[in-house]
């Protein structure tokens, strides 16, 4: 378990880049604040604890001068209703003691993150942050690792607006829904971001009941529902999926995704997810427009042998997707699906920067095959790369730039 963990921590301490503010305090007005005076012990006492809770609450731009090193800080609930912006330097971990929550942004409450790791929040809901109905949040190359709901949201609750960009949920657990995000009604937009090995009954790493939900250019792995929806639980609303892989999610209805609402999913690879209905997606209902995605490599929860791709309602396809058995899509299609087709997909690792995926192998039927497609792939690499876009969430071979070396 512990191996795992350093496994997960390592690899999302790749997202976090630096940045640096100096800033001066002064108490009960919306301006900058420092917490700490250059040594890791200035920041790790009960009233710089204290302090950063004052400074989220007045708002403003808060800084930490906390030494070189990596640094975590026992923190009180920092609640606030201003407009805040809270710079981590990429060494700042913020940790709940799983005792509880460690942001709540109410009211008309704006809340930016930088660079920060939060660890081991515990509340009812929304164990690292809570957003409520008017409230927003930013979340920039921040990791949410091991916070706990007992209800929903394990890591983020949200009924607001959330934007996560460059960011890592990792281990979060919610007792009800949602193990890694709980949308309820509200926005949530997730972009180049990993939800990996978050758990909850329905939606594993992410459910959704109602609202809007868009996700591109991330990876949603091993992320376990023991109801539906391993991935994402999408229950109404609308939800669009571009650009992203889904691989080894498990559940026992949907194993990367159950949708019941709206869903547009183009350029996506399913593959290796488990479930005993709809290993890579199970359609509860609603409608959906389904384009340039990859269905592969399903495998049954109970017993580990093949399960269906897609089950339910069959799914509206908007052309060229590949599907290794005969699910998801009707056929024959007259869009230019394929079905029964080995898409010959690589082993999942990482494809270059830190996006982790599974790579188009030579002869892949994937290439060159997609009708249409977004700008760029899960890596932000340009499409297409070679006579036309590829199916799935990469493209094939690409260019690694290296560094110029002069003698």
Known sequence: ???????????????????????????????????GDGTAASCQTQDAANALSSAVA?????????????????VNTNATDQTVVVNGNGRITLDGEDLRQIFNV????????????????????????????????TINRGMFISNVAANYGGA???EGILNLNDSSLGSNIA?????????????????????????????????????T?????????SNIATGWGGGIYASGGAIQVVNNTFSNNR??????????????????????????????LYNGGGTSAIKNNIFANSLNEAGGGPSLNCDGPTLTSAGRNIISDNSCVPNPSIVGDRHSTDPLLGIWQAQGGPARAY??????????????????????????????CDVGSIEYGGIIYLPLVVK
């Open 1 to 35: 378990m512990r191996l795992k963990f350093v496994f997960l921590l390592t690899m999302m301490l790749a997202l976090i880049t630096s940045s640096l503010h100096r800033a001066n305090a002064h108490n009960g007005q919306a301006v900058q604040a420092t917490i």
């Open 58 to 74: 007045a708002g403003g731009t808060i800084d930490f001068n906390c030494g070189p090193e990596m640094v975590t800080i026992v």
């Open 106 to 137: 109410y009211g008309n409450g704006n809340l930016t993150l930088n660079d920060l790791i939060l660890i081991d929040g515990n509340t009812g809901s929304g164990g690292g942050l809570v957003i409520g109905p008017q409230a927003s949040a």
């Open 156 to 158: 983020i609750y949200n």
């Open 175 to 211: 007792g009800n829904d949602g193990g890694g995000i709980y949308n309820n009604g509200g926005v949530v937009n997730v972009m180049s971001s990993y939800l990996i090995s978050n758990q909850a009954f329905n939606g594993g790493g992410m459910m959704s009941v109602g609202g």
């Open 213 to 221: 939900v868009q996700v591109e250019m991330s990876a949603l792995r």
């Open 251 to 280: 559940a026992d209805q949907g194993g990367g995704l159950y949708k019941t609402g709206t869903a547009v999913l183009t350029n996506n690879t399913f593959s290796e997810n488990r479930a005993d209905n709809g290993g890579a």
């Open 359 to 388: 790579a188009l192998l030579p002869g892949s039927p994937a290439i060159d095959y997609a009708l249409d497609c977004p700008t760029v792939d899960q890596r932000g690499w340009s499409r297409p790369l070679g006579a036309a």
